[in-house]
């Protein structure tokens, strides 16, 4: 028995020292890291007081609280010289909603001040129920469509990879709202789900993913098209059935009471979603706003779609403008001086101080801590896959000095209260260098700029890094 422990106890040794680096390195073949070059490299690390002082503090603390630059706070002016009032702050929480919570509190500050409204929140609920169901349809629909292909296609691999997502885009939101209308946040509640939503984002997406194999043979076996919308039917019911399940049902009609900004009720009245958003809003979601991009990794002043960048079968593709940052500050301004707030989404983790609440390149010294520099521009970090949209926010407010020249901006987020009352300020320097979509009314774009609308889009394929979901 000890003579075979010690045989079992050397042969890992022997794997152990095997493993090492220096093992490695010692076998190390052409491009790999030799035992001379390991010295070399190890070497460059110098063991001072300074250095070590910094090992101490990185192993006890954040990166962040440590790279946080003591000066960046000081004569910090939390002063707007143009801001549209906002309406309460919501939360999305633990779910990539923000697209959704961005594009109806834009809404609900609309209908509040057109029609005297003391309050409203929009139900989320309600129309991320359909914004799933759409998407779960989209991806079954693709199956067939695609079923010809083979497994290992781009196409087809592609959207195995991405069934379903909680995240989105400003068209997936005006699809939404014009076909299913919205409803007030107490005709449709939050659920924990509705909230909490990883677990049944997991379940449908394993379901459809099973469905779309199923699909794919049906169709390899010469089903008709007939039998595949059945069966597509039929699926999407049980994916309805989940959601409802965790979501509740959506309501058909509803009764309101309206108020004024007094209290005095108005009127009660039975309402279907969508009559309730063409008497309250209203507005054409799809034709009367214009989606624009800062990508300098692409030709400005043209007009590109992503293909399949869309939450519903029979919706729109992503299709935006290219911009240079300094026209899409243009339009910004002038609709936050008419007091029209904005959908805007950003690469909201970078150098983001959540303490204050304060999104600035000059937060974190992070040059100075690890001895290194970061030297990518934009366009070098979206290449790389270093930066890209990730959050939707609306945009509220901008500071003009005398020249009127931006010093900062301010969104407001969807994260619940926090600080600056749960909004974001932005340096102009952060705008310029993190921020990528912007949705803006076409009354406030000059007509050179709308007239790129009439272009043909340049089709950007699904994969494309732009197409990343705001979350």
Excluded at 204 to 233: Q, Y
């Amino acid at each position: 028995m000890k003579k075979h422990l010690f045989t079992v106890s050397t042969a890992l040794c022997l794997a152990c020292i095997m493993s090492s680096p220096l093992g490695a390195a010692e076998k190390a073949g052409k491009g790999g890291i030799s035992s001379d070059m390991l010295s070399r490299i190890s070497s460059s690390y110098t063991k001072d007081a300074s250095a070590k002082a910094i090992r101490n503090a990185l192993g006890n603390s954040d990166i962040d609280k440590i790279a946080l630059n003591a000066e960046a706070g000081n004569g910090f002016d939390s002063n707007f010289s143009h801001r549209v009032k906002s309406k309460g702050i919501t939360d999305q929480k633990s779910s990539g909603r923000c697209w959704l919570f961005t594009g109806l509190n834009v809404l609900r500050a609309q209908m509040m001040a057109q029609h005297d409204l003391p309050k409203l929140e929009l139900s989320q609920n309600y129309n991320f129920f359909y914004d799933q169901l759409e998407k779960a349809n989209l991806f079954l629909q693709g199956m067939i469509d695609y079923a010809d292909r083979p497994m290992d296609d781009k196409m087809v691999d592609w959207m195995f990879a991405n069934p379903l997502s909680d995240g989105g885009q400003y068209t997936g939101l005006s699809d939404n709202i014009m076909k299913y209308g919205v409803v007030p946040a107490e005709v449709m509640r939050e659920t924990f789900t509705s909230n909490n939503t990883s677990k049944m984002r997991r379940l449908i997406s394993l379901k459809l993913r099973e469905d779309g194999l199923e699909l794919r043979k049906m169709k390899a076996d010469k089903a008709k098209p007939a039998a595949l919308e059945a069966r597509k039917e039929q699926m999407l019911g049980e994916i309805y059935r989940m959601l409802a399940l965790t979501l509740g049902t959506p309501p058909a009609e509803f009764t309101w009471t309206r108020k004024d900004s007094k209290g005095n009720i108005v009127s009660t009245k039975k309402y279907t979603p969508l009559e309730f958003y063409k008497e309250f809003a209203g507005n054409d979601l799809k034709n009367s706003y214009v989606m624009l991009m800062n990508d300098p990794t692409r030709e400005y002043y043209k007009l590109y779609e992503i293909d399949y960048d869309r939450h519903a079968y029979d919706g729109e593709n992503w299709t935006y403008i290219n911009l240079p940052v300094e026209d899409i500050k243009k339009m910004a301004i002038e609709s936050i001086k008419d007091s029209a707030m904005m959908y805007f989404s950003c690469d909201v983790g970078k150098f983001l101080d959540r303490d204050r609440g304060v999104l600035d390149p000059e937060n974190f010294d992070y040059e100075s801590l690890m001895g290194v520099s970061f030297g990518m521009n934009k366009a070098d970090r979206i290449r790389t896959h270093a930066s890209a949209s990730s959050h939707a926010m609306t945009l509220v407010a901008v500071d003009l000095d005398a020249n009127g020249k931006p010093q900062k901006w301010m969104v407001e987020n969807s994260w619940g209260n926090g600080p600056n009352d749960g909004h974001l300020i932005l340096s102009d320097k952060w705008f310029d260098e993190y921020m990528f979509r912007l949705v803006v009314n076409k009354k406030y774009v000059p007509a050179d700029i709308l007239a790129i609308l009439k272009q043909k889009p340049i089709m950007l394929p699904a994969w494309d890094p732009m197409f990343l979901p705001d979350e």
